[in-house]
Nanobody
Framework: QVQLVESGGGLVQPGGSLRLACAASGRIFSYWPMGWYRQAPGKQRELVATILGFGDTNYADSVKGRFTISRDNAKKSVYLQMDSLQPEDTAVYYC????????WGQGTQVTVSS
């Protein structure tokens, strides 16, 4: 059974930074895609960023140039460095992994507010 646990969320002022981490347990394949989605109150869950096993990345237009996704296959982990955070980035951030993103974490709250 695969489990994903996110950490690193919290409250930050506009313009600040946070680094999210997602640790996976169980049978994880290094070629699996991994990624981050987010869901703001009253909105649908949306893609933030994904990273393939060999490192190709994809970002939502709204976060390009501000967020950076990375992974450490030896640690079965994926990270999201978030810089220049804005109030519209406030959401619950979810880690996902596996073909067709079948596995999901419980989410970590990110709040951007002064």
């Amino acid at each position: 059974q695969v489990q994903l646990v996110e950490s690193g969320g919290g409250l930050v002022q506009p313009g600040g930074s946070l680094r999210l981490a997602c640790a996976a347990s169980g049978r994880i394949f290094s070629y699996w895609p991994m990624g981050w989605y987010r869901q703001a109150p009253g909105k649908q869950r949306e893609l933030v960023a994904t990273i393939l096993g060999f490192g190709d990345t994809n970002y939502a237009d709204s976060v390009k140039g501000r967020f950076t996704i990375s992974r450490d296959n030896a640690k079965k982990s994926v990270y999201l460095q978030m810089d220049s955070l804005q109030p519209e980035d406030t959401a619950v951030y979810y880690c996902t992994a596996g073909n067709n993103y079948v596995y999901w974490g419980q989410g970590t709250q990110v709040t951007v507010s002064s």
